[in-house]
């Protein structure tokens, strides 16, 4: 065993080795500062897209979302932003013909595509079928999840056009219909949280020209 007197370190030694070890982990630090400085350049793309019959072409932050990208630079604020994680819907817009929660995906991610928002589907004076149906049937209250609610109704339709089934599909050999069950599944991604469902039901019920 070594002596007391061999274990010792001297306080010179010490700070020595201290300010040493300080020095270089400073330097390591600089060098990935000045590295990290270096790419914020790098940060940013352009994308074209389609947005509502218009070319669109901006120079984002690669993390920007496509909801972010709608609202905060091309100032179409019809699309909102509820929970921002995916859950309630009132968000949706429709890319080329799918229906998309915008705030899960990032715009840089869609270049090129054809972007619909609730702007590009009707207007005063000129509203979409869902929209007046929407107004008919009074499918909404507080209307903040309205948006997104009518962009997924559109689209929903599109997709029992299309025959593609959903979880409560009984028959995949044969052409999907439109049902009360077929439309709560195929909306069930998006939340009112007034509670209009019925109301949002017949509006989807009689733009598709069936009763429920």
């Known amino acids: 065993m070594q002596s007391p007197n061999q274990l010792e370190i001297s306080r010179r030694d010490l700070l020595i080795s201290s300010t040493a070890t300080v020095a270089v982990t400073g330097v390591a630090a600089d060098g990935a500062a000045a590295q990290s400085a270096g790419k914020i350049m790098d940060h940013?793309?352009?994308v074209s897209f389609t947005v509502n019959g218009e070319r669109r072409d901006l120079d984002l932050d690669n993390r920007t979302t496509l909801l972010d990208a709608l609202r905060e630079h091309l100032h179409l604020t019809g699309t909102k932003k509820g929970c921002d994680h995916?859950?309630?819907?009132a968000c949706t817009v429709i890319i080329d013909g799918r229906r998309i929660n915008a705030c899960l995906t990032l715009?840089?991610?869609?270049?090129?595509?054809?972007?619909?928002?609730?702007?590009?589907l009707g207007e005063p004076g000129n509203l979409h079928p869902m929209q007046a149906a929407f107004i008919k049937h009074d499918g909404f209250q507080c209307g903040y999840c309205t948006p997104g609610q009518i962009c997924s109704s559109v689209?929903?339709?599109?997709e029992i056009k299309a025959n593609i089934p959903s979880h409560v599909t009984g028959d995949l050999t044969r052409q999907a219909h439109v049902t009360p069950a077929e439309i709560r599944?195929?909306?069930?991604?998006?939340?009112?949280?007034?509670?209009?469902?019925?109301?949002?039901?017949?509006?989807?019920t009689e733009v598709a020209g069936t009763r429920a």
């Open 44 to 46: 940013t793309t352009k």
């Open 86 to 89: 995916g859950q309630c819907g």
């Open 107 to 120: 715009a840089v991610m869609h270049e090129g595509d054809q972007i619909t928002t609730i702007e590009g």
């Open 155 to 158: 689209a929903v339709l599109e």
């Open 185 to 204: 599944e195929r909306m069930s991604g998006n939340i009112c949280r007034c509670g209009a469902y019925s109301n949002i039901l017949d509006a989807i």
